[in-house]
């Protein structure tokens, strides 16, 4: 028989479980800011939110892959392709040698035609891994390759630099994505978060698509025994997480007012340990959209906190590494510790 005072200390020590990122991330702000000048001046602050953005939007993506029990390592890949595409279309156009012309597009419809194509890439591979039984780590890793290589390919390895457009031409405003929203200090990236976050947030929560998505991640046989049709659901996951490492893309391009084929490399590492760092099982099943964001802070505050603080890129490299594995183990004592109480608690009611 279990005595009240465990059960007690277990059910605190599940409560601390749940909030530790949030908790992580206010004694990081307290060490960052004593160890680090100007941490918290608002110019170093605004970095950190434009970092976040980022890091948050790609999470997000990869919190619905990582909840129906998959990964997806091509994300940073598809960013810098989707930042190529859009950077060539507005300083190269689009020429059809058929008919010896050179199309060019105003800014909405370069983000319209980028983050379509964004979306295409993420449900490739969401085919290739529901369609031909490939491993999502196995398809997803070769993708990430495949990705870059266009990506470098699109320009030969070189940068595109000429973002401003031609007010001649329509294609003028891109820079619009990476500045701050006028008249205020926030910047674009982190209203195109809020929004993602919000509409992800409800359809996971609320939707019978987000249920369908919990179900599989928490028991994909009995998903599809009660109709779900898992490989469709599949297949709009990783489309949706293909749209968010496009929208990282359009970003990232924009704030760099240039394009280059490095975008988003290794930015896979910073979303896969942002959203289990929010609290995303990666055994499937569990997971939230606002974790993931606090996570993302994590991430953000930590790598402009060693780079504020002097750390070299490879110690920088080290911590990520044990963050990953670290939040990988915590994941794994939460639900060890949650089947302890479920089973407790059953004890309890005999």
């Known amino acids: 028989m279990v005595s009240k005072q465990s059960a007690g200390n277990n059910r605190l020590a599940m409560t601390l479980l749940k909030g530790r990122t949030f908790i992580v991330l206010v004694i990081l702000l307290i060490f960052f800011s004593i160890t680090a000048n100007n941490f918290l001046s608002a110019g170093a602050l605004l970095t950190v939110a434009k970092h976040v953005a980022l890091y948050g939007i790609l999470a997000i993506g990869m919190t619905y892959v990582i909840i129906t029990g998959g990964i997806d390592l091509s994300v940073g890949s598809i960013a810098g392709l989707a930042g190529m595409l859009a950077g060539g279309l ?25 983050v ?30 495949i990705w870059r290589g266009f990506a470098n390919i699109r320009s030969d390895g070189k940068t595109f630099s000429k973002l401003a457009g031609n007010k001649g031409l329509g294609n003028t405003g891109f820079e619009v994505f990476g500045r701050n929203i006028t008249g205020t200090s926030i910047p674009a990236g982190v209203v195109i978060l809020v929004l993602i976050a919000i509409v992800a947030g409800l359809i996971l929560k609320k939707t019978p698509f987000g249920w369908h998505v919990l179900s599989i991640g928490g028991n994909e046989r009995a998903s599809k025994l009660s109709g779900i049709k898992v490989d469709r659901v599949k297949i709009w996951v990783y489309a949706f997480s293909g749209f968010c490492s496009a929208v990282v893309g359009i970003i990232a391009t924009s704030q760099l007012v240039s394009a280059t084929p490095k975008t988003g490399e290794s930015w896979e590492m910073n979303a896969i340990a942002a959203s289990v760092l929010g609290g995303t099982s990666m055994a499937g099943g569990v997971g939230t959209i606002g974790g993931t964001i606090v996570g993302a802070f994590v991430i953000g505050v930590i790598n402009d906190g060693m780079t504020m603080c002097g750390v070299t890129e490879f110690w920088q490299k080290i911590i990520r590494g044990l963050v990953i594995i670290l939040a990988v183990i915590i994941d794994q004592v939460q639900r060890n510790l949650q089947a302890k109480i479920a089973l407790q608690a059953r004890n309890e009611n005999k």
């Open 90 to 114: 507005i300083e190269e156009g689009l020429t059809l040698k058929v008919f010896g012309v050179t199309l060019y597009f105003s800014i909405p419809m370069i983000v319209l035609i980028t």
């Open 116 to 145: 379509l194509i964004g979306a295409l890439m993420g449900m490739v591979n969401g085919i290739i891994i529901t369609k031909f039984n490939v491993a999502p780590f196995i398809a997803t890793l070769g993708t990430m390759y």
